[in-house]
């Protein structure tokens, strides 16, 4: 049965590794899921038949309930609440290698140093993983405010609990089957992943999810050592692995350290000058009509997608629109910032729900340099990645993050439902620059128009 065993979970490890291989590109990534999960079903299958002590009906039972939510949960949510899902899904994941661990330690034979050390990382980090994840779940599903959450002798406070922990940690090891210690060690580590990501912005909040998607993976791979299960090991180092890597990759996309994004987070709100004006700029209000004429008969268009487009779900429409201005020979392509909406990948993902064609999408370092040659770029909701403060303006806290150069076409135009500041809560002056136009409204409407417009001509 070990033979049988160990040969399933490499079966399994295989397709984990195919599948994450698959996700290089949409066209392939559908089936990179797939090929993962079928990876999972092997995993949970050789488990159930080489553990025949195991009360299999009653796995396969609640495999099968969970299985059925998870589908469910997926099938059903918006693409506006994807990051939401993503932060409530790792913290199940945490929370389950945290218990997991925790039953190990208290109830297991757990006698070996390195054992008891896999045990209690497993705990703590899966532990802060979960309710880390949760109050970044709160955060984008404005259960609580998306602003830093502070209090007096915060970094006090913070220190003071992992000196507790530490204190712990030491008791544990001398005596691992203490229920005591251990629920102590549990509750503090369920607090410091809360009062770690409070006093963070909600604009970082795709940074944190990818870093506590990380500790998730690593705290996998650690209850793997725990319970001598290769198949653990390996998904939580892919997880852990990936997780960092894309942590570090959205960090640099920010011009942010990872430690300026946990203890410098913005999300205070920024007026730089009054309502409606920036700059001493006016604000300039555009038509419909206007607008459809520009793009109908521009030569090349940029089109900026942002979390305004995921809020009105109008992916649809903007396919309209790429199809009827391709048939008037404009050249249309899409400009996509790595942390454009609220998760990495946001928008490829949104537009390709949409079947508007992956050779349209362009990377920021590729498109940038076109700016200055495009006739109209349409901007929809995507505020902070666009703010030209960035670049020009070293008193703004958006300060040094790679943008797109927007602001260098010869005509811009905004698609917004008003004046409101993006996610981080920071005034856009592109929008009192003399050559951007506002179209104010929803933007599925305002698609919807645009589309009949430029039809009409």
Not at 256 to 268: E, H, Y
Not at 344 to 354: F, I, K, S, T, Y
Not at 357 to 366: I, Q, R, V
Request: proline share 4%; net charge neutral.
């Amino acid at each position: 049965m070990l033979e049988f065993e160990q040969a399933g979970y490499l079966v399994t490890a295989i397709f984990f590794i195919a599948g994450m291989m698959r996700l290089k590109t949409p066209a392939r990534a559908r089936s990179g899921n797939l090929l993962s999960a079928a990876g999972m079903a092997i995993a949970v299958l050789v488990t159930v038949v080489a553990h025949p002590h195991l009360p299999w009906l009653a796995t396969l039972v609640v495999v099968a309930i969970g299985g059925a939510v998870g589908f469910l949960v997926a099938k059903r949510v918006k693409m506006t609440a994807m990051p939401q899902m993503v932060a409530l899904f790792n913290a199940m994941g945490g929370g389950a290698a945290s218990l997991v661990s925790l039953g190990s330690l208290l109830h297991a034979n757990v006698t070996v140093v390195g054992q008891s050390v896999a045990a209690l990382f497993t705990i703590i980090v899966g532990a802060i993983s979960f309710s880390g994840s949760l109050i970044a779940f709160f955060k984008l599903q404005e259960w609580l405010s998306g602003r830093p959450i502070t209090y007096p002798l915060q970094k006090w406070v913070n220190g003071g609990v992992l000196v507790i922990l530490a204190a712990v940690v030491v008791g544990l090891m001398a005596s691992p089957h203490n229920a005591g210690l251990a629920t102590v060690l549990i509750l503090l580590a369920l607090l410091e992943g809360i009062m770690v990501v409070l006093p963070i912005g909600g604009a970082d909040m795709p940074v944190v999810i990818s870093l506590l998607n990380a500790f998730t993976g690593l705290a996998a791979a650690a209850t793997g050592f725990l319970l001598d299960n290769n198949v653990l090991i390996i998904a939580g180092a892919l997880v852990g692995a990936s997780g960092t890597i894309l942590t570090q990759l959205m960090s640099r996309a920010m011009n942010r350290s990872i430690t300026n994004i946990l203890f410098g987070a913005f999300g205070k709100t920024v007026h730089s000058g009054v309502v409606g004006t920036v700059d001493d700029g006016v604000v300039t209000h555009a038509t419909v009509e206007d607008v459809a004429m520009l793009l109908a008969y521009s030569r090349k268009v940029i089109v900026v997608p942002g979390y305004g487009l995921a809020v009105a779900r109008a992916q649809q429409e903007v396919r309209q629109l790429l199809e009827k201005l391709s048939q008037r020979n404009v050249d249309v392509r899409f400009a996509i910032h790595p942390v454009a909406g609220r998760m990495p990948g946001h928008m490829n993902v949104l537009l390709a729900e949409a079947n508007v064609p992956y050779d349209k999408l362009f990377e920021m370092d590729s498109i940038n340099p076109e700016f200055k040659d495009t006739d109209v770029t349409l901007v929809i909701g995507a505020n902070d990645v666009t703010n030209p403060a960035a670049k020009n303006q070293p008193n703004s806290p958006l300060y040094g993050m790679p943008v797109l150069n927007v602001d260098q076409s010869r005509k811009i135009i905004v698609l917004k439902r008003g004046m409101s500041p993006g996610f981080a809560g920071i005034d856009n002056p592109l929008y009192t620059n003399s050559k951007t136009s506002m179209l104010f409204g929803d933007a599925r409407d305002s698609l919807n128009e645009l589309v009949r417009a430029v039809e009409e001509m």
